[in-house]
C-alpha cells in the first residue's frame, strides 16, 4: 500500500466510513471499507491533491504558482469520487463471485451472503459507470436469465425486498424495471 500524506490517509479515512455505511450488511460494509482504504489510485489522487494544497499555502510561492496548484487540487477534487465508486465495484462484483462458489461453508452464513449480494446487485445496478470504469459487466456479473419463471417482483413491496428474494440468475435489471419503468425517458404504468 503506498504510503502517503497524513492528510491524505485521514481524507481517505472519511472515503472510506462514507462508501461502507452504504451498505447495510456486515459483510459488504467490512470488504468496501478494505478496498477502499487499499486502492492505490485513490490514495495516489488524494496525496496528490494533498501536496497541491500544500503548495498553495507556501508563504515562499508565486502568486501565480498558488493559483496553478489551487486549481489543479479543486479539479482533481471535482472527480476522486469515481475512484471510490469504482474500488466499491470492483468489491461488489468480486463478493458476487465469491459468493458463487465455497466462500461460505456454514450454512448459517447463508442468509448474511445472500443479503451481501443482493445490495452489491442493487449498487453495482445503480452505479452502471463505475462498473464500466473498471471493465465490469453488469450483466455478466449479475446474469439475467430466465432461471426462474416461478418468481414474480409484483410479489414484492419495493425493490429491496424483491431483489433480496430473487433466486440468482433472475436478473436485476428486470426487477429495476418492474419497479421504475422508463419508456423512452417517460414513465409507465408497470404491467401486472
Sequence with gaps: MREITRSAE?????????????????????????????????????????????????ADMPDEMEYVAFNAAEDINDHYGLLVDMAVARECATLIEDARGDWFDDADDQDAVDGAVAEASIWLAEHRDAAAAESIDVDEVVPNDEADEAFDPADYDDVREALLAAPNGYGIERILDYFDPMVDDEEVTPNV
Design 10 to 58: 485521514k481524507r481517505v479515512r472519511a472515503l472510506e466510513e462514507a462508501a461502507r455505511e452504504q451498505f447495510e450488511s456486515s459483510i459488504l460494509h467490512n470488504r468496501v471499507s478494505v478496498a477502499v482504504h487499499e486502492d492505490d489510485r485513490l490514495r495516489e489522487t488524494l496525496d496528490v491533491v494533498e501536496r497541491a494544497y500544500q503548495l498553495h499555502d507556501r
